[in-house]
């Protein structure tokens, strides 16, 4: 098994699910990413965040949180016989599902490799 956090290929699926995240602060992590013979497992923390400045009377500005919400995408894909059921990978956020194809996620490990 092969752990493949840290290297390009990871970065760059961070980077997809980074802006799969909702609001002003949403960030994605991946927390494993690893590639078992041709099985690729993933799984990517997604925060979803927005944070509001209002005025205070008197006290300047405060942030507040409008809203902040985790979601995971995770699975395993077989990248040399992937099965239909891995077609797709769907996040849920805020404002409803937000979806990448397998072959999205495959051409941009590809491009790495």
Known sequence: ????????????LERYFDD?????EGDAE???LTLEGTVLHYKVKIRHHQVA???VPFNGKKNIDVYSLTTYA????????????DQKVCVDTPFGQMC????????????LV
């Not at 799969?20 to 002003?24: H, I, L």
């Not at 995770?74 to 059921?85: A, K, L, T, W």
């Not at 990448?100 to 491009?111: M, Q």
Request: charged fraction near 15%.
């Open 74 to 85: 995770e699975g395993n894909i077989d990248v040399i016989n992937p099965s239909p059921d």
């Open 100 to 111: 990448i194809t397998l072959t999205e996620i495959i051409s941009l490990v590809a491009t």
């Open 1 to 12: 098994m092969t752990d493949l956090r840290n290297t390009t290929a990871s970065h760059v």
């Open 20 to 24: 799969v995240a909702q609001g002003n």
């Open 53 to 55: 400045t209002i005025r």
């Open 30 to 32: 991946i927390q494993e």
